[in-house]
């Protein structure tokens, strides 16, 4: 097995190598692949002598953040840890080094966060990465602290999910064919116009009957879709797993109308061909105009799985139709379940009620 090799796009060599069963790897921060073996050279005798003597090498919390993010290479995470990652170096004292940073550390910087107006569930992502990058430390045979990670409270809000009226709202302000003040009537408009203006209706509509992510939606591919069978082979990329959905009606007009005149690999693109990716401000100011001041992208996805459950589907059975790998997930529509259930109580005690004949009212 090579010990010094090239990882993804870096210019600089790896040094990679196993000693008992750990896994050993950093930058050499070189493009001279002898000085890098002669670096190789000398870190496995170090290491070997760690790893009899007991002693454990150290680095510092700002060069394991960057070999974490560099492990995650390839990942559509990838852009979201570099924004985390940028934060974390602004707030968290990166130059000590892994086995010197402490559960203050970690309180601090939950404290100056919060001190700045940020919500716990803001936080919390922050403090994820700090967590896998100290695991990944460790994993590496560096020299780690015992840190106690915090267990930040979980705000809850009331659950938003759009009414069939409000959806027929926020399909009015997307509806391409709709007249726009100081803009050209639909006949008179650029075809890319048009086109832009249809990837936005198209794409809400099928976030609204697939409650599948933006993301696995903007990025899906032609091979996904099999409309003789009315199907949708979903991969999630989140949690690594594959669900296949059929299509309502409409979902299938769209994907048939878009199949008919379709230019690329991708159902949704980009100017280049690729796929749509992030692309959500013309839909965000849609909600804008609807009034909605509490809605995002993801709140279609919470009104997919709240008619679901609100029209007799089970907590269990919507878990599966939305790809969660965890149940607790789930729950945060159980209380529109309980509603249902308590519905079909009242029904069943009228019913009994009924069966017993006319009661008798007592008049006060």
């Keep these: 097995m090579m010990s010094v090799l090239k990882r993804g796009n870096s210019k600089y060599w790896y040094i990679q190598f196993q000693i008992n069963g750990k896994t050993f790897i950093r930058s050499s921060k070189t493009t001279d692949k002898r000085i890098a073996e002669r670096m ?50 602004r707030y968290f004292p990166v130059d000590k080094c892994l086995h010197e940073i402490t559960t203050h550390d970690i309180d601090r910087f939950v404290q100056t966060r919060l001190k700045e107006g940020k919500a716990y569930s803001t936080i919390r992502l922050s403090i994820h990465v700090i967590r896998a990058t100290w695991k990944y430390g460790k994993k590496l045979g560096y020299k780690t602290s015992d840190i106690e990670f915090p267990s930040l409270p979980v705000t809850k809000h009331r659950l938003r999910y759009l009414s069939l009226e409000e959806e027929r709202r926020l399909l009015r302000e997307l509806d391409p064919r709709r007249d726009i003040d100081f803009y050209p009537q639909y006949s008179e408009r650029s075809e890319s116009a048009k086109q832009q203006m249809w990837d936005n209706y198209d794409l809400v509509v099928l976030l609204l009957d697939t409650g599948a992510r933006y993301s696995e939606i903007a990025t899906i591919e032609w091979t996904s879709i099999n409309l003789k069978e009315r199907t949708i082979r979903l991969w999630r990329s989140k949690v690594s797993n594959e669900s296949v959905l059929y299509m309502s009606d409409r979902v299938y007009q769209v994907l ?109």
């Design 40 to 89: 190789e050279r000398e870190w496995r005798v170090q290491i070997h002598a760690q790893e009899m003597l007991g002693d454990k090498e150290t680095i510092k919390f700002r060069d394991i953040l960057d070999l974490y993010a560099h492990s995650k290479s390839g990942l559509r995470s990838l852009r979201t840890l570099k924004s985390d990652k940028q934060l974390i170096c």
């Design 256 to 364: 048939c109308h878009r199949h008919n005149s379709r230019s690329s690999d991708f159902v949704f693109t980009n100017k280049n061909g690729g796929p749509r990716n992030h692309a959500t401000i013309a839909i965000r100011k849609a909600f804008k105009r609807c009034g909605f001041t509490d809605v995002t992208v993801h709140t279609l996805r919470h009104t997919f799985a709240s008619r679901l459950i609100q029209n007799g589907m089970s907590v269990y059975e919507v878990k599966e139709m939305l790809g969660h790998t965890d149940i607790k997930t789930t729950l945060r529509y159980a209380h529109l379940e309980n509603s249902k259930v308590s519905s079909k109580a009242r029904d069943i005690i009228n019913t009994i009620n009924q069966d017993r004949g006319r009661p008798v009212l007592r008049v006060i």
